[in-house]
């Protein structure tokens, strides 16, 4: 069975710094997705970030980026320049493609970003 | 349009009413999902529909029955919640079961008193 383990329960960064949010999974599928989403106080899961298993390049959207080591078994993201409206609950959740059809979600990570 | 949405936002209910949640999304996704969200906790997955036939129950009770109407919309009717089942109760889709990326709304907070 797959497993996602965030470990950072909670963390906090200054504005414009950069921190990052680590993921950790377990599966024995070769073929797989992951993601980061995005909770803010407004409670709209947002997608912020989607990595295929099967590609080696790591994903980037704008500020944020991810570190993908597949045979680790480790995907971590980065948010460079953080923002207020960064303040959120961050979930990392693996997808499956051999007909699970379902996320596994990580327990999330709280990040606060302080003016 | 690249939007879930559900109403209501909040709702309030006693353990003997019935009442329902909506989820509506206009993307062409053949895949649609409920799931429950307790305060500080990652979502459980509750169901899961595909070409609007029930995929998946994770073993829910049946005082939560959902339904599909038709391939753009999601109902979960509720009928004797208990106050344990107060929740977010967020809803998604996806363009179909093997596409692994969902869409999520932005929920509805049922109180059960």
């Known amino acids: 069975a797959q497993t996602v383990t965030q470990s950072q329960p909670e963390m906090s960064v200054q504005e414009a710094e950069t921190v990052t949010l680590s993921c950790t999974y377990d599966t024995s599928e070769s073929n797989y997705y992951l993601f980061w989403y995005k909770q803010p106080p407004s409670r709209q899961m947002i997608l912020v970030i989607r990595q295929e298993a099967y590609k080696q390049q790591n994903a980037t959207e704008n500020r944020f980026s991810v570190n993908f080591q597949k045979a680790a078994k480790s995907f971590s993201l980065k948010i460079s320049d953080s923002q207020l409206g960064d303040t959120a609950m961050y979930f990392c959740a693996f997808g499956g493609t051999s007909g699970t059809y379902k996320y596994i979600f990580g327990t999330g990570t709280r990040l606060k970003v302080l003016a | 349009d690249t939007e879930v949405t559900q109403t209501p936002k909040h709702l309030v209910m006693g353990m003997t009413n019935k009442k329902s949640l909506k989820c509506e999304q206009h993307?062409?996704?053949?895949?649609m999902y409920w799931y429950k969200q307790k305060a500080k906790k990652p979502p459980e997955l509750m169901f899961v529909?595909?070409?609007?036939?029930?995929?998946i129950n994770e073993s829910v009770p049946s005082r939560f029955s959902p339904e599909c109407p038709n391939s753009s919309l999601l109902n979960l009717h509720l009928h004797a919640l208990q106050p344990e089942d107060s929740a977010l109760y967020l809803c998604?889709?996806?363009?179909?079961?093997?596409?692994?990326?969902?869409?999520f709304g932005p929920g509805t907070r049922l109180t059960v008193l």
């Open positions: 529909y595909s070409y609007e036939k029930l995929s």
């Open positions: 998604a889709s996806s363009q179909d079961l093997d596409t692994n990326e969902q869409f």
């Open positions: 993307m062409g996704h053949r895949a």
